[in-house]
C-alpha cells in the first residue's frame, strides 16, 4: 500500500485557452472535443461532443488524449472525471478541462475507481469551493490525497468486469430503442409497413392518396385524426410534501422531467420520495400511461419531454409512482396504440412541433397540452398495422427495462464494493487452479 498525492504519480495540463482555441474553430463533423458537458463519473457523455478538423488538432497536438489519460471538468461538478478508453485516444481536451497522465507505472483505471470514492470527490470540491461556483486547477489537483493498494491491479480488473457488464447492457439499450424508432418510420413515416403478402406496403405499389389536410400522400384508406384521438384522459401530477405532514399520506416516488431518461433505461433512476394525499390517489400512474412534462423548457429546447410508463418500469421502481406539478399523466385510450402513440410523441418533440404551442411564464415555457394535442394532426394507421408494431416494440421496451434494473443491481454491488476495495477492507483469494476465478473476500 502507497499514500501520495495526485501531484507525486501524474502530471497536468490545462486545456487550450485565450488566443489558443476559439469557439468558431468548431466543426459538423471531425475530431471529437471533450469539454465539461461530456465528462460524467468516469465516462464520456457522447450526446453533447463537439469537433474540430484535423488541421486544428494538429496544432493542438499537445492537447490530444491517450488511453489511461484521465479529464476533470475545472468549473462547476469538477468532482466528475472521464477516464480515456482505447476508443477515445485521439479526441482533444478543451478549454475547459484538466487532463492527468500518469507518470510512474501505476493502474490508471485504478486511480479512476478511488476518483469515485465520495471521500475523494469531497476532497476535490473542497479544495475547489468559489464563491460562486467551484473552479478547479491543477495546484488543487496535484494536492488530492490517495491511496494505491498492493492488489491495484486486481481491483481495477475486477470492478472493470462489473464496468463491462454496464456498458454492454447500456448498449443493447440503446440499440432496442434505435430498432423501435427505426421500425416506426419504415412502418408510420415511410409507409412500408406489411402489406397483406408481407410486402413493404409503399414501396411494392400500395395505393398512395394525396391529403389536402397534411399535404402529402398518405396510404389509401388512411384517416387524418388529431393526437388527442389517441388519448382517453389527463390528469395533473402531484408533488405533494417532501416528509409527512398528515398521518394518512400516500408515500410515492416521483418522477421529474428531469428523470425521464433514467425511468426509460438510460442510468439509475434518482427520483423524490414524496408524500400525497390519499384524495390525490388518481395522480398515481399505471402500465399505459404516458407522463408528459408540460413546463421548464428552455430558449433552445422546447418542453414536452415524454416518459413511457410499462409495468417493467413500475416493478423496477417498486413503489406507488406519480409525477411532479410540472408533469402531466396521460392515459391512452386503446392500449394496442400505447408505444405507437409514445415514439409519435417523442418524434413530434424531436423536431420541435411543440415550439408553437408555448406560453411563457417567469422565463419558463409552458406547453399548451389541449391547444396542441387538438391541433397536430396525425394520419391514423388501422389497428391491424399497430398491433404488429406494438408487439415488436412491447418486447424491446420490456427488455430495455429489465436491463436497466440489473443495471441498478450492478451499480448498487459496485458502489458497495468500492470502498471496500480501495480501503482494504476487502482482499482477494489466491486461485487455486488455472480456472478459478478470482473474487473479493472479508479477510
Known amino acids: 500500500m502507497k499514500k501520495c498525492k495526485l501531484g507525486e504519480i ?3 495540463k490545462t486545456g487550450p485557452f485565450g488566443t489558443q482555441f476559439s469557439s468558431s474553430e468548431y466543426t459538423s463533423t471531425g475530431i471529437p472535443m471533450i469539454n465539461i458537458e461530456n465528462i460524467s463519473n468516469g465516462r464520456l457523455v457522447e450526446g453533447k461532443l463537439q469537433y474540430i478538423s484535423e488541421e486544428t488538432k494538429k496544432r493542438l497536438s499537445v492537447h490530444v488524449v491517450k488511453e489511461g489519460d484521465i479529464v476533470f471538468g475545472r468549473a462547476g461538478s469538477v468532482d466528475r472525471h472521464l477516464y480515456i478508453f482505447n476508443e477515445y485516444e485521439g479526441y482533444v481536451q478543451g478549454s475547459n478541462c484538466i487532463r492527468m497522465r500518469p507518470t510512474i507505472n501505476v493502474n490508471s483505471r485504478y486511480l479512476s475507481y478511488y476518483l469515485l470514492l465520495p471521500s475523494v470527490k469531497k476532497q476535490i470540491l473542497n479544495q475547489s469551493a468559489g464563491s460562486v461556483q467551484a473552479f478547479l486547477n491543477t495546484d488543487k489537483l496535484k494536492s488530492i490525497n490517495i491511496v494505491i493498494q498492493d492488489d491495484a491491479d486486481r481491483i481495477a480488473k475486477f470492478l472493470d468486469s462489473i ?44 395505393k398512395m392518396e394525396y391529403n389536402a389536410e397534411l399535404g402529402r400522400e398518405i396510404p389509401a384508406g388512411w384517416k ?49 420520495i414524496r408524500f400525497i394525499s390519499p384524495q390525490k390517489s388518481d395522480r398515481i400512474v399505471q402500465a399505459g400511461d404516458l407522463i408528459i412534462e408540460i413546463s421548464g423548457g428552455s430558449p433552445t429546447q422546447s418542453t414536452g419531454r415524454v416518459c413511457y410508463i410499462n409495468q417493467e418500469l413500475l416493478n423496477r421502481i417498486d413503489s406507488p409512482t406519480t409525477t411532479s406539478n410540472f408533469c402531466k399523466i396521460v392515459s391512452i385510450a386503446n392500449k394496442d396504440y400505447f408505444y405507437f402513440a409514445y415514439m409519435t410523441w417523442q418524434r413530434l418533440y424531436e423536431s420541435n ?9 417567469t422565463g419558463l415555457k409552458n406547453l399548451l397540452f389541449d391547444m396542441a394535442v387538438s391541433s397536430i394532426k396525425l394520419a391514423c394507421p388501422p389497428a391491424d398495422i399497430v398491433r404488429k408494431y406494438q408487439v415488436v416494440t412491447q418486447r424491446n421496451f420490456s427488455k430495455i427495462q429489465s436491463l436497466a434494473d440489473e443495471n441498478r443491481h450492478l451499480t448498487a454491488l459496485r458502489d458497495f464494493l468500492l470502498p471496500l476495495l480501495m480501503n482494504g477492507q476487502v482482499g482477494f483469494k489466491t486461485p487455486t487452479s488455472p480456472n478459478t476465478k478470482e473474487a473479493p473476500h472479508e479477510p
Open 353 to 361: 412541433a411543440f415550439f408553437n404551442f408555448e406560453g411563457k411564464t
Open 224 to 272: 387524418v385524426k388529431p393526437l388527442s384521438r389517441f388519448f382517453q384522459n389527463e390528469r395533473n401530477g402531484e408533488w405533494g410534501t417532501d416528509e409527512i405532514t398528515k398521518t394518512n399520506q400516500l408515500k410515492v416516488t416521483c418522477i421529474r422531467g428531469a428523470d425521464f431518461p433514467a425511468a426509460n433505461g438510460y442510468e439509475s433512476l434518482k427520483s423524490p
Open 10 to 12: 501524474a502530471d497536468f
Open 163 to 206: 464496468e463491462s457488464k454496464i456498458f454492454v447492457n447500456n448498449k443493447a439499450i440503446r440499440t432496442l430503442e434505435s430498432l423501435s424508432k427505426t421500425l416506426y418510420d419504415y412502418y408510420f413515416l415511410q409507409f412500408d409497413f406489411p402489406d397483406e403478402k408481407g410486402r413493404p406496403y409503399k414501396s411494392s405499389g400500395g
